[in-house]
């Protein structure tokens, strides 16, 4: 069979494994309907024009400011899927089959550069689409944003791999990226970053000075090209409820209690909250499979070095995930966002099926019907453990249709999301319990409402001041309240978290527009800069088509 063949029958197996993505109507999952809604209003907010996007139909009108909060880029690759197909329901599925199959694809590449056997690159894209946490990630959890940052992480080690081998403008690649990745899922990249760091290190990268610049450099790029995204992120959010360790289940007691039962990780059973928490087979055979190629090859074949060390690195994530008590409580901050550890499951499967293909590359050295074997094993394993994880919980009723007309009912609370965590930390956490309804504006401290009209987030008032106007709309930093044409700045009422207007004497016309923030101008400055220090490097960086022997793969 042909490279082409064999690729055409890997992902014919991966749609047959994903059959639920084929249905016409939406699946539940912990999501709930939240992520095709979610993807509706980022369609609806781009058919509008509106900068920055918000949730408008959220919380009764009050809003959502999601899009300004979390990673975008899955939903805005989703959302353009749904601009083409015209059905927010097959969009999703169609976004989540096309992020299993291009993470496929991935490994298949990073495993043909470093083994240069397309058989067992076929089978290493197999295993990685089809490990049992991809499964959770998809038709489980419903993780579109985690699904899609699975796709990028090959393609980064590709990347470096290519920086180490002296390739021109790998080191910009590298640096794009890291910055899609960061831009995907925050918390997923700064424990793969771990990982990244480790595999650099075993392909060379750090051997010599001029690729370690560029690893250095392509990382600074990375950040700098997502600050547009992080700065403000970082810096709004600590008015949020997401900035609470106690809303986020992120305190080193919540984590240190959710450590994944030892029978669960190596065995798959028994589920926990539904999910089969399983290393995979990939995982169970990176040892004996390392003994196999030691006693094959030895210690100095280069492609058992770096799968012993891809071994170790898996052996450290177990550890992360099977006594989190023994590090949650010395990490920074932000590591303990992971908030369940079996959330690093993606990147021990990663390491697994890698460290795997690197030791079969040397086991079956000369051996090509063991190679055949080997792929006919990953596709007989794919498809016979726990059939149970391969099903999804259909609903009939989840049209595209239905789904639209959700929009601000009880389907969509509370924001579309587990906590309504994207709100202003003045508003009291009971207040969601009970969803609103889109209520006129209030005139208080001597104002006069005299009329008002809109819809959701576009509000425009006729008041009678002096005094103070509050909106029914929660207070985030990219509203700007307009007074008689005049940009003016607005106060945050008391206990609640709502937009509020100063106005002077005299009758006046108020409206509430969006401006972009002064921390995300400051943002895309940066990643402005970013991009054109990016764009001359690439024009002065001579071309190195020469590549040391020692850095040369098959």
Known sequence: MTAGGTCVLVALVICVLYAPLFHRTGFDSHEHAWTYLRVIEYEQEFAAGHLPANFTSAFGGATHAFPFFYPPVAYWLTTGIASIMGDVVLAVHASFLLSVLASALGMSLLARRLTGDWVLSAAAGLAYATLPYRFVVVLTRGALAESWSLVWFPFLLLALLGVAERKRRAWVSAAVLGAVIILTHSITALYFAIGATVLAVAFGVFDRREPFVEVVASAAASVALAAWFVVPQMVYMRELWVSDPGVMWTTPEYVSAQAV??????????????????????????????????????????????????????????????????????????????????????????????????????????????????????????????????????????????????????????????????????????????????????????????????????????????????????????????????????????????????????????????????????????????????????????????????????
């Open 261 to 554: 039962p030892a029978t669960t990780f190596f065995l798959g059973s028994p589920p926990q909250v539904g999910m089969r928490l399983w290393v995979g087979l990939p995982g169970l055979m990176l040892f004996p499979l390392s003994v196999l190629s030691l006693r094959r090859v030895g210690q100095s074949h280069r492609a058992y070095r770096i799968g012993l060390l891809c071994l170790r690195t898996w052996l450290c994530f177990a550890v992360l995930q099977l006594g989190p008590a023994l590090w949650v409580g010395w990490v920074p901050a932000p590591f303990r966002y992971v908030q369940f550890p079996w959330r690093l499951l993606g990147v021990s499967g990663l390491l697994s099926v890698l460290g795997c293909v690197l030791f079969l590359h040397s086991f079956t050295r000369g051996r090509s019907r063991v190679r055949w074997i080997v792929l006919a094993a990953v596709s007989g394993m794919a498809l016979l453990p726990y059939p149970d994880m391969r099903e999804a919980q259909v609903m009939s009723e989840w049209t595209d249709r239905f789904l639209r007309e959700a929009l601000g009912t009880r389907l969509a609370w509370p924001g579309m999301t587990a906590q309504g965590e994207y709100i202003p930390r003045a508003v009291p956490r009971g207040w969601m319990q009970s969803p609103p309804h889109l209520s006129p504006p209030v005139a208080d401290s001597g104002a006069r409402l005299l009329t008002w009209f809109g819809n959701r987030d576009v509000l425009h008032v006729r008041a009678e001041g002096p005094g103070r106007i509050t909106f029914p709309l929660f207070a985030y930093p990219f509203y700007q309240a307009v007074v008689d044409g005049v940009e003016n700045e607005f106060g945050v009422r008391a206990n609640r978290g709502f937009l509020a207007s100063t106005i002077p004497s005299g009758v006046h016309r108020l409206s509430i527009v969006r401006r972009v923030p002064p921390w995300q101008a400051v943002g895309w400055g940066i990643s402005a800069a970013a991009v054109a220090i990016l764009g001359v490097a690439c024009m002065l960086r001579p071309c190195e088509s020469a590549r040391s022997a020692d850095n040369r793969w098959p």
